[in-house]
């Protein structure tokens, strides 16, 4: 039985709700599948983020950790595959701070790619008709922040990625793009189910 750790996060920028914790809790309220799943909500600031995600990643010893955020603007599951070494808060977190050009870890690599097999996971959702993509940025927000910092906790041999989910159906502002709530809990839950396949090698690149 693997332990899977499946994280969220708290509303930030004056919305009520995130639909990332919404998605998360959906799926473990539902999950019957055979893995020992941990769930948990992050808060929406730097350094009390990647606090959390150690202080569970020690106390869980995870096999996965998926971690997942917010992407407004978007109508697709987006799959990230890599986060970068840098924050450039364009908002100040919900603890008030806004660094600039700071780095998500000093003396880190520029970049750690996401161990989750981002192509399988890709296929899964777009089979059952779920709207999904890969994604080359993650940001420079905390999303970003706590999918650097999850790749380098976790031990060798674990995984780890981040998902970034569109606003839900009852969380959407006023004209904006989303997707079901049943949709972003469905994907989050295959994406838990298939976390641990084998990587696609079919190609999935862009050419520019």
């Known amino acids: ?5 499946l994280t969220g996060f708290d509303p930030f920028d004056g919305a009520d709700r995130n639909p990332s914790a919404d998605a998360v809790n959906a799926v473990a309220a539902a999950y019957d599948g055979p893995h020992e799943l941990v769930v948990a909500t992050l808060p ?3 350094e ?3 606090h959390r995600l150690r ?13 997942t955020g917010l992407a407004a603007g978007s109508s697709r599951v987006a799959i990230e595959r890599i986060g970068v070494n840098l924050i450039d808060a364009r908002i100040p977190d919900n603890d008030g701070e806004q660094p600039v050009d700071a780095p998500s870890e000093a003396g880190g690599p520029a970049a750690r790619f996401s161990t989750l097999p981002v192509k399988r996971l890709l296929q899964v959702l777009t089979a059952e008709g779920l ?7 993650a940001g420079t927000y905390v999303c970003n922040h706590v999918l650097y910092t999850a790749v380098g906790a976790v031990r060798p041999d674990a995984r780890a990625g981040f998902v970034h989910l569109p606003w839900s159906t009852t969380t959407v502002p006023a004209g904006g ?9 469905r994907a989050l839950r295959l994406i838990v189910d298939h976390a641990l ?3 696609s090698t079919e190609a999935g690149g862009s050419i520019w």
């Open 44 to 46: 929406v600031a730097f």
């Open 131 to 137: 709207p999904a993509q890969l994604s080359l940025s």
């Open 177 to 185: 793009l989303h997707l079901a709530d049943t949709q972003l809990a």
């Open 1 to 5: 039985m693997a332990v899977v750790l």
């Open 55 to 67: 202080t569970l990643i020690a106390a869980h010893s995870p096999d996965v950790v998926i971690a």
């Open 197 to 199: 396949d084998a990587e």
């Open 48 to 50: 009390a983020s990647a």
